[in-house]
């Protein structure tokens, strides 16, 4: 009963919590046994998933990397697809696929850890007239691999067997994540917003301002828990760790920037952080974790800002104070422009009273709204004079397109700020100590 099964389990049972009556475990010789964890169950050691039938739960451990399904030269499209489909069929629709890699000893994490994210992520198939997938619920590091050899790339798949609607046939992206690592936050693209906000950062103002924007939460308790929502390539997760001594979690929905994330921590070797990809909304962080949670710029991605500060609240521990930074909207009336830039991004974008409102509603206290949208005048016009003077610095890895896709990006948003529209909001509370 080690603690990765724990883990394991823990997060099999978070995305199908009704339980598991028929396991199969591939390949026989594996080590995860789950022995007294899943004793009401049915248990099978086996081969191929071809004589496994209606599972609820099937543990693959590190089978895809050996059976040459996931190579050095990327993924093995049909060996992949036929593995995936068995897995589908033997599956009941709720059960959950746990597909367990180690990718420290291959050969490009930083591409087969979010190619293989996003394959399983969308892979649909019709079997017996339905059409079937993956519902994604996590990709994450296990903790005792971290903590026991500094192994920051032995990762766990967790994939619930879902029924969909198939999508429009011109329809460009199946989920969101899928959206995100296709549109915005393409391996260049993250690159090249590195580039222009500092090392590290995918946000406004890099190292410095977060370092001014995590002095708002008043001071930390050494060695205290912070979760970081939408933590990107992992800037300000290391951030907290290494300047206020914080065991930081950082959560993303984006596999490339994830990825990005453990490549860096994998090399760095700070065992304060770990990381998991999944959606901060429908993740089960657990009840009273957290003494901080901290999220900059990404919480205008998410539709359902209830159901996020339902899990923000549930997560905190009583006392615990959350600080998050987010695009915005002002009061002026949208302009065609801002319009077409919010409906690409699918941004949903709050008023500083709306944050209020809602922070109220779900039981936070001290509630404090700040509009910071003078700051980010300031920032976005000192990082857009960077990217002018430094052009030659920026040439030598990115294209004409993408300087001007990046100078016109920060020319726009400056006159979303000038017409009112686009803000730049902070928001701070606490979860009441009784
Ligand atoms: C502008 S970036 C900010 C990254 C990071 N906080 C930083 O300061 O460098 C916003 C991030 O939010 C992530 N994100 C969007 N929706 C999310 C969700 N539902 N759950 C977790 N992360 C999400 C995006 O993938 C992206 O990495």
Redesign the pocket.
């Known amino acids: 009963m080690s603690a990765t099964e724990r883990q394991i389990l823990r997060l099999a049972n978070a995305a199908a919590p009704a339980g598991f009556k028929q396991v199969a475990i591939l390949p026989r010789t594996s080590s995860l046994k789950f022995s007294g964890l899943l004793s009401s169950s049915t248990h099978s050691e086996v081969t191929s998933l071809d004589s496994v039938s209606n599972a609820d739960l099937i543990v693959v451990d590190k089978v895809l990397v050996s059976d040459g399904l996931v190579t050095k030269d990327g993924l093995q499209g049909g060996p992949l697809d036929s593995f995936l489909l068995s897995a589908l069929t033997a599956l009941n629709t709720g059960g959950v696929l746990v597909v367990r890699e180690d990718l420290s000893q291959h050969a490009n994490p930083r591409v087969t850890l979010p190619s293989l994210t996003d394959y399983v992520d969308v892979f649909r198939r019709d079997i017996s007239g339905k059409y079937v997938g993956f519902d994604f619920y996590c990709a994450e590091q296990l903790d005792s691999s971290i903590h026991l050899t500094g192994n920051y790339l032995d990762f766990v798949w967790i994939l619930r067997k879902k029924e969909f609607t198939p999508p429009a046939a011109d329809a460009a992206t199946v989920t969101?994540?899928d959206f995100?690592d296709k549109t915005?936050?393409t391996n260049t693209g993250i690159g090249a917003?590195e580039w222009m906000?500092g090392k590290?950062?995918?946000?406004p103002g890099g190292y410095d301002e977060?370092i001014r924007v995590l002095e708002q939460f008043g001071g930390f308790e050494y060695g205290a828990k912070m979760l970081?929502?939408?933590?990107?390539?992992?800037?300000?997760v290391r951030q907290a760790a290494a300047v206020y001594g914080l065991q930081v979690t950082g959560?993303?929905?984006?596999a490339n920037?994830?990825s990005e994330a453990i490549v860096r921590i994998h090399d760095e070797k700070d065992s304060r952080v770990n990381y998991s990809i999944?959606?901060?909304?429908t993740?089960d962080f657990g009840e009273n974790v957290y003494d901080y949670i901290f999220?900059?710029?990404?919480?205008q991605?998410?539709p359902d800002q209830d159901a996020?500060f339902k899990n923000i609240y549930k997560s905190l521990k009583p006392g615990g104070v959350v600080l998050i930074t987010m695009y915005g909207k002002g009061k002026g009336a949208w302009t065609e422009a801002f319009k077409k830039y919010n409906d690409q991004r699918f941004y949903h974008l709050q008023t500083l009273d709306e944050v209020k409102e809602r922070a109220l509603k779900h039981g936070f206290e001290a509630v404090h709204v700040e509009n910071m949208t003078e700051r980010f005048r300031e920032i976005l016009t000192n990082e857009r004079a960077h990217l002018e003077k430094e052009k030659a610095d920026f040439f030598k890895n990115y294209t004409q397109a993408e300087f001007d896709s990046l100078y016109n990006g920060w020319s726009a948003k400056l006159k979303y700020i000038e017409a009112d529209n686009h803000n730049w909001n902070l928001f701070r509370a606490r979860k009441p100590a009784h």
């Open positions: 969101f994540r995100l915005q936050y917003y906000f590290d950062f995918i946000s977060n970081d929502i939408g933590s990107g390539i992992g800037g300000g959560v993303d929905l984006s920037m994830l999944c959606d901060a909304v993740y999220s900059r710029d990404c919480i991605h998410i996020l």
